[in-house]
């Protein structure tokens, strides 16, 4: 068991390690061919910030455990919100981006409602996967285009942008199979845990691995907190979901079709709800005010952990 949470806690290091790795000379690259904004805000909005939780459900539906791979998308959706955005709330009051409000937030609750019709009838399909696809790369276009004006982007320093075409294409190649091998590492102990602990690989995704694959979410909210830019958090934390829900579930469907159990409806899905909604009215209610205040971050952490212990007494 010991060998197993080890390598699952290598596989998140190098899992963190890679995303940042692929993505940042994904963007010099871009910018060195003269590549489009838009195609750079793509890989930005998507692929750099949630390809953890991507490749780790595409693995998992691809090796035959699809209940990892949802668990995955959905766990991460909950624990962006109630642990994520709840710790940074205790850190600093998070502002309210108008913005954010009209375009991000507007397209999260369009990807929501998308996904609560496809699954009424309790099953992810390769249809379904289709459509959650197209969607995402629709809102992928739409995000760049409300995002990354002219002369938005700037690269951080004259020496990163000094490497040659071929240094890039090297990091992004190896970015790309640090990926793969890190979220087969993640798939393969997160699956060897639920094993040994006799539990099913939906809970594993739900808990051990959501919350693994939410961690450059974590690290990225908390860091804009102290740094006194918590208006990027709420951003980080929509935008993330916004590709679990269409991107991370639409993948592992068009990989392989899934049965959704009754506690994906009677628990998960519900507080996934739950928790995006009061996220919304907290937007709603504190728009003028321009910030959600910090006493919220505890009653978020709390939700938290009564969810995760609804979820360990149900799996007794």
């Known amino acids: 068991m010991l060998i197993y949470i080890a390598a ?3 596989g998140f290091l ?3 390690w890679s995303a940042n790795t692929f993505a940042d000379n994904a963007l010099l690259l871009g910018q060195h061919l003269n590549i489009s904004k838009i195609l750079i805000g793509i890989i930005i909005l998507g692929f750099g910030t949630s390809a953890p939780e991507l490749l780790v459900s595409a693995i998992s539906a691809w090796q035959g455990n699809p209940g990892l791979a949802i668990g995955n998308a959905l766990g991460s959706n909950i624990t962006n919100i109630l642990l994520v955005l709840g710790t940074t709330l205790c850190i600093l009051a998070v502002k309210i981006d108008i913005k954010l409000i009209r375009n991000n937030f507007l397209l999260l609750l369009g990807a929501t409602v998308l996904f609560s019709l496809l699954i009424l009838d309790r099953e992810l399909h390769f249809i379904d996967g289709v459509i959650l696809f197209s969607a995402l790369l629709i809102t ?3 995000l760049s285009r409300f995002e990354i004006q002219p002369n938005e982007i700037t690269i951080e320093s004259q020496s990163t942008s000094n490497k040659s075409v071929a240094i890039l294409v090297g990091g ?3 970015g790309l199979v640090a990926l793969l091998v890190s979220s087969k590492i993640v798939v393969w102990s997160a699956t060897e845990i639920a094993q040994q602990l006799g539990v099913s ?7 051990v691995v959501a919350l693994g694959t939410s961690l450059p979410e974590l690290a990225t909210c908390v860091a804009s907190a102290m740094k006194k830019h918590s208006e ?5 934390i929509v935008g993330s979901n916004i590709f679990n829900t269409l991107g991370v579930t639409g993948t592992a469907s068009l990989i392989a079709s899934y049965k959704l ?3 994906v409806f009677s628990r998960d899905y519900p507080v996934m709800l739950i928790a995006t909604g009061v996220l919304f009215l907290l937007v709603m209610i504190f728009l003028r005010k321009k910030f959600i205040p910090r006493s919220f971050g505890l009653v978020f952490i709390v939700g938290y952990v009564i969810y995760i212990y609804l979820i360990y007494i149900q799996a007794r």
């Not at 690989?201 to 808990?207: K, N, Q, V, W």
């Not at 990027?232 to 980080?236: D, E, I, S």
């Open 232 to 236: 990027l958090a709420l951003g980080n």
């Open 8 to 10: 699952l806690g290598i």
């Open 201 to 207: 690989d939906l809970i594993i995704g739900l808990t």
């Open 172 to 174: 992004v190649l190896i």
């Open 140 to 142: 992928l276009y739409l």
């Open 261 to 263: 159990p009754n506690q």
């Open 14 to 16: 190098l899992l963190m």
